[in-house]
């Protein structure tokens, strides 16, 4: 055998091994993560290095409720590649239950404080029966961001406003999530977190591999992150007028200090676009069905999640939306 076919078996046989070494090493080194005082934000990763570091902070969703603990501040930024692989059929709901929850909760964090914001401004409105200019042209942002009818009543713009500017019941965001995705198995949500299937009139997306009707031709919005989408979500929620009723009773819940399950609520979410006559049905047997209702009365932690075990980690600021 020659010296020259000799080297070439050798760097084969090489390869053959390092190759599937290399796949090894990448799929069980753990990845990266990056911490601010909101908490720990997970990048991109395989579903297994999810468990493992879900595993190494100790967060288990049946075991924080059976204990009545706050929901740790471990921020998923998008969904693993491989989350519809057949090996996780038995764990996913559990795992993307866990893996939405604490981004629904910081997206909801968002919508109270800017909530209290608004209402801020209504408070300053009631004592003084004016506002400032500075506070007149923050109301004015506010109303364009929630779509609110412009009037020089101020009583009648704060009326429209306020029901607007409001958290989303968690159990709603989670089965809506986990039916429009298949629990996150479909391909817009492991490759553009798209777990709404939110439609974009706009030529912006990716174009949708179902085929579409004559006419007007939708993409599916993508987004950096699980947090950009929950909270476009959010928004469409807060200011389609399709969902008008739900804002009332949501509303209403809020006037008279009356917690608010998703399960009671979501029949109001009848004339939602593009979804089958019984997706308020839908959405009420997976509540059932995953026993979730729970989860509407979870918080964040208020205290960073313990990071003794995990190694190589970073303290550069980051935010979930990035």
């Not at 998923?76 to 939405?100: G, W």
């Not at 391909?187 to 006419?215: H, L, S, T």
Request: glycine fraction near 2%.
């Amino acid at each position: 055998m020659s010296k020259k076919r000799l080297s070439i078996i050798i760097v084969c046989l090489c390869l053959v091994i390092a190759i599937p070494l290399c796949f090894f090493l990448t799929q069980t080194q753990m990845p990266v993560l990056k911490k601010n005082e909101e908490g720990v934000f997970i990048p991109k990763v395989s579903t297994d290095q999810l468990q493992r570091i879900f595993k190494e902070y100790n967060y288990n969703m049946l075991h924080h409720l059976k204990d009545k603990q706050p929901v740790p501040r471990l921020f998923v930024q998008s969904v693993p590649e491989d989350f519809n692989r057949e090996k996780y059929d038995e764990v996913r709901p559990a795992l993307f239950f866990e893996m939405m929850l604490p981004v629904i909760l910081k997206a909801n964090e968002a919508l109270l404080a800017e909530r209290e914001k608004v209402l801020r401004l209504k408070e300053e409105f009631d004592q003084t029966g004016t506002l400032t200019q500075e506070s007149e042209k923050e109301l004015d942002e506010w109303v364009k961001r929630y779509d609110v009818k412009p009037s020089d009543d101020l009583a009648t713009v704060f009326s429209a406003l306020i029901p607007r500017v409001d958290a989303v019941t968690p159990t709603l965001l989670l089965t809506m999530a986990a039916q429009d995705s298949g629990f996150a198995t479909s391909i817009y949500a492991r490759k553009y977190n798209a777990i709404f299937n939110q439609r974009d009139w706009n030529g912006q997306g990716v174009i949708p591999e179902e085929k579409q009707k004559e006419g007007p031709q939708y993409r599916i919005k993508t987004f950096n992150s699980l947090y950009d989408a929950i909270i476009s979500q959010i928004h469409y929620l807060n200011t389609n007028g399709y969902f008008e009723n739900y804002r009332i009773a949501r509303a209403k819940y809020r006037r008279t200090n009356n917690p608010m399950r998703g399960y009671s609520i979501a029949h109001l979410l009848i004339n939602f676009p593009y979804k089958p006559f019984k997706y308020p049905d839908i959405i009420k047997h997976l509540i059932l069905q995953y026993e979730i209702t729970p989860l509407d009365f979870q918080v964040l932690d208020k205290t960073m999640p313990s990071d003794s075990q995990m190694p190589d980690e970073t303290t550069q600021p980051d935010r979930a939306s990035d």
